[in-house]
């Protein structure tokens, strides 16, 4: 007989090795346990464990009532390489924490859209827009991948020229994701509502940097963010 040990060992380096491939992406709203006991052909107890372990060695996030994710990126992957600070020190332990987050990409993104809005060059305003056809390649009413997402916000960090709020945006990219699958998850729930919506935000923060009017970027930007602030504050007091 396998000990439980043994088992744990073994799980632990199945799940770590889907993580670095890539098949459990940063920001992905881990099986719940009795999922993942069914999938490795172990106990519960054995996944507790293994989870553990996932949560002390910085892999993975647990937020009470909506599960664990993804925070660590995958191996060998190019990445701005960042020092090691308050913000991987700041954990995200519950709603308080995901909404903290969001007040402050509402601050920062709103500034490097209007930084943005100001700067960009021909080559940038083609990334953006290829970055908004990436979240709608499924179709006019497609809301893409969070990678897609992530995509369009880089390229609005990258048009703003300003290659240390590039850095910054990598860096909290592990927080900004939690958020993001938050919400998508209650978005699953109101999809009609969440396609027309989002997509309309996404569109009306390229089209206020293409004028070249960086209030009116600024506010975009902040608008498109405080919606999704808005929708986890909803999940919150629903208890989802």
Known sequence: MVRPAKLSHKVYQEIAGLIDAGEFPEGLKLPTEIE?????????SVIRRVMEQLRDNGRIETIRGSGSFVIKGRAGENVVQTPLGPIHDFQITGM?????????RMLFEGEMAALAAQRWEPSDMEA???????????????LGTVEDDLDFHRAIMKASKNEFAVAIFEAIQPQI????????????????????????????????????????????????????????????????
């Not at 308080?96 to 402050?104: G, P, R, T, Y």
Request: a positive charge; glycine letters at 8%; proline letters at 3%.
């Open 36 to 44: 993942l006991s069914q999938q490795f052909g172990v106990s519960r």
């Open 96 to 104: 308080s924490d995901v909404l903290k987050c969001h007040e402050a």
């Open 177 to 240: 994701l939690i958020g993001i699958n938050l919400v998508r998850g209650l978005y699953n729930l109101l999809p009609n509502v969440a396609v027309e919506k989002g997509l309309k935000e996404h569109r009306h923060v390229l089209e206020a940097i293409r004028s070249r009017d960086p209030e009116l970027a600024r506010e975009a930007m902040r608008g498109h963010i405080t919606f999704f602030e808005d929708d986890i504050r909803s999940k919150a007091k629903i208890g989802l």
């Open 128 to 142: 953006m827009e290829a970055a908004l056809a990436q979240i709608v390649k499924d179709g006019p009413h497609s």
